[in-house]
């Protein structure tokens, strides 16, 4: 279920979605089944104007019919490649994050998911030159982390600058200002954020189970709806505009102990691609800033292969850089 919100189609304002949810309409499946002419009366609005935006709701969330062949040729169209910057992760991803795909990163609290987006976002930024949409639902990104790794990778501070100009960090801290922010991208096009003719390549959501989890837990039916509306959104986005989407969620373990990601069946539909970071083994030796990377979903690539990477690898010195490509290549 889609639940009914303002500005989701034009005609909807605030004052009519109060309306229809006094009248027990709160979702766009109840609205789209409903009788018109007595909704209509009931809400003091035309049925023409009621109508009208019955039609652009069922076109917003109405599947149709695409044949195989043009779905072939669109997808070599649109689709590209983005390196997330570490050879490591790109050799598990299948070379990178695919546009119009969304690929999960689930862990504990430091897994090193947030330094993987931040790395991620500063790769794209700097080195494909691309823009980046950076949600931000933790506080955890700062201008000054994401100058630090810029200051390892170049040494020019115009190169610099501009890479930073092209990451649009958005902070929202739950679902409702969440979704006001992926609409509000929906609505402009993405044309807003563009920088010096850079494309919008890649959004980044860290972490998508900071703001839903709280909603599971207490009122679990309206959770799960605002956390398909949030799915649905993201999946219209990268598909439309051509983007790979980055999410963060948490973990959880099954009734044997396992550790697998959270949020649930509904939730795990949405990603192409899932890997759960962890410690890793060589962490014991000191190196504290390494981690494994397991994939446990993907239609790609085999699942369970793990690896171990080094999360300073976006945060290396210059010289660092140089020598771990050489190393990376051999």
Not at 185 to 192: P, T
Not at 208 to 237: C, I, N, R, Y
Not at 257 to 263: D, E, H, K, N
Not at 295 to 320: A, G, I, M, T, Y
Request: charged content about 20%.
């Amino acid at each position: 279920m889609v639940v009914l919100r303002e500005h989701m189609c034009p005609g909807l304002e605030l004052q009519l979605v109060r309306d229809l949810r006094a009248a027990d309409i709160s979702t766009v499946e109840e609205l789209v089944s409903a009788d018109l002419e007595a909704l209509a009366q009931k809400c003091s609005i035309s049925y023409k104007a009621l109508f009208a935006i019955r039609r652009v709701l069922l076109a917003q969330h109405t599947a149709f019919p695409v044949s195989g062949a043009d779905l072939y040729e669109e997808l070599l169209s649109s689709t590209a490649i983005l390196s997330t910057g570490h050879p490591r992760l790109d050799e598990l991803l299948d070379s990178g994050l695919y546009t119009g795909e969304l690929t999960e990163l689930s862990g504990g609290p430091g897994s090193g998911k947030t330094q993987v987006c931040l790395g991620v976002s500063v790769h794209i930024a700097l080195h494909l030159k691309q823009t980046v949409i950076f949600i931000d639902t933790t506080g955890g990104v700062t201008a000054g982390r994401l100058q630090q790794m810029l200051q390892s990778e170049s040494s020019s501070a115009e190169e610099q600058m501009c890479a930073l100009q092209r990451i649009h960090v958005f902070r929202v801290f739950d679902v409702l200002s969440l979704l006001d922010c992926l609409y509000s991208l929906r609505r402009s096009g993405l044309h807003q954020v563009s920088v010096g003719g850079a494309c919008v390549r890649a959004i980044i959501v860290d972490s998508v189970w900071a703001v839903l989890s709280p909603l599971l837990g207490t009122s679990f039916t309206q959770g799960v709806s605002l956390m398909v509306q949030v799915a649905a959104l993201l999946k219209t986005l990268v598909k439309d505009f051509s983007m790979a989407a980055l999410v963060t969620n948490h973990v959880t373990r099954s009734v044997s102990g396992a550790v697998r990601p959270a949020l649930g069946v509904s939730w795990s539909h949405l990603p192409r691609t899932r890997l759960l970071l962890e410690g890793s083994n060589q962490s014991g030796q000191g190196l504290s800033s390494w981690r494994s990377a397991t994939l446990v979903k993907s239609s790609r690539q085999p699942c369970h292969v793990k690896v171990n990477f080094d999360l300073s690898w976006w945060s290396r010195s210059k010289d660092e850089a140089s020598a771990k490509r050489k190393l990376s290549q051999t």
